[in-house]
């Protein structure tokens, strides 16, 4: 599937992945709802909502509508919760959570395109502060993920600075691809969302990652290739040879922004301070 070493003569390549279901197989930031929870975060009936979600999410039935119902809820739960105290949820539960819902199928990719010398760049509609450290512990030279309105008091306030979702992953991709110098006709990018046929087709080598029922009407349609990925797996437990050397992942910040964000995109918030610091 994946083609030779790169001729660094060419231009540059890379690999864009988006993150849920793609490399890992739950929401990312729907998967720290019990830490957030056993951290005084949300509420019983928070956490409940949050496993309905998951379930809505695995089953990919969440329809436009509901996503947006689920975005104005959770942008609302997080306004004046702290940044700092998500960033620390996060690093102290991310080897537990994250590292044993990996995609072996996704890391063997990543790993090829590394060998082929192309940079490899996480694309997700999750917030930053969870995809970040999920990018570095996959060894991903670049990060683009939503990111959150933070006030001067260090809290969301609710907002959105920068939502990566449909249409702005794929100028994300063109940005990045104009300042690094990648060669999008030679670059490869994988999702299992219809929302990201823009991403996908806006690389010569697109792939449909256990798709939805709409991505898969059009990747059948436009003749893309289709994978199955279904063996999670913990880095450590597969071949040694999964040792890429972590490189820091650098988040790569488009100039639109946008008022709204998709469901899971603020459980990576904290608990709200009842005090002034």
Known sequence: MLKGVENHSLPRTAAFFDLDKTVIAKSSTLTFSKSFYQGGLINRRAVLRTAYSQFVFLAGGADHEQMER???????????WNVQQVKEIVAETLHDLIDPIIY??????????HTAGRDVVIVSTSGAEVVEPIGELLGAD???????????????????EYYAYGPTKAEAVRELAESEGYDLSRCYAYSDSATDVPMLESVG???AVNPDRALRREALARGWPILDFHRPVRL?????????????????????GAAAATAGLVWYASRRRTSAA
Request: charged share 20%; aromatic share 6%.
């Open 104 to 113: 072996d199928e996704a890391a063997s990719l990543i790993e090829g395109h």
């Open 205 to 207: 080598h697109p792939y």
């Open 142 to 160: 670049r990060v683009v993920a939503t990111r959150m309105v933070v006030g001067e008091d260090g809290c969301f306030t609710g907002e959105v």
């Open 236 to 256: 450590k437990q597969r071949m040694p040879a999964f040792s890429v050397p972590q490189r820091p992942a650098l988040v790569a910040i488009a100039a639109i």
């Open 70 to 80: 689920m975005r104005a809820y959770l942008s609302a739960l997080c306004r004046g």
